[in-house]
Nanobody
Framework: QVQLVESGGGLVQPGGSLRLSCASS????????VGWFRQAPGKEREFVAA????????AYADSVKGRFTISRDNPKNPVYLQMNSLKPEDTAVYFC????????????????????WGQGTQVTVAS
């Protein structure tokens, strides 16, 4: 059973920063790309960023490019989402999700390309 656990959410002022983590003890995590999605109240879940299993390839939504950075130091270690220059419109529940073994779906991954999902962590950007 693959389990993904997100952490690092919270309340931050506009312009501030947060770092989210996505961890898994599952054996397939080190061979799988990982993505971050978010869902704001009343809106559909949307793609934020993704990173390949080896960490060499990344993809970002246009809305976060230049402000957010996805990373993984080691395939077995957590995947991080560093979020800088946060805006109120970044407020959402953030989910991490895992791709299939050594699959890279391209620069605009779709939700149905991810096999496993975490429970989400709330990020609120407000003054």
């Amino acid at each position: 059973q693959v389990q993904l656990v997100e952490s690092g959410g919270g309340l931050v002022q506009p312009g501030g920063s947060l770092r989210l983590s996505c961890a898994s003890s599952g054996p397939s995590f080190s061979n799988s790309g990982v993505g971050w999605f978010r869902q704001a109240p009343g809106k559909e879940r949307e793609f934020v960023a993704a990173i390949s299993w080896a960490g060499r390839t990344t993809a970002y939504a246009d809305s976060v490019k230049g402000r957010f950075t996805i990373s993984r130091d080691n395939p077995k270690n957590p995947v991080y989402l560093q979020m800088n220059s946060l805006k109120p419109e970044d407020t959402a529940v953030y989910f991490c999700a895992q791709l299939g073994n050594r699959v890279w779906p391209g620069s605009r991954p779709l939700e149905n390309e991810f096999n496993y999902w975490g429970q989400g962590t709330q990020v609120t950007v407000a003054s």
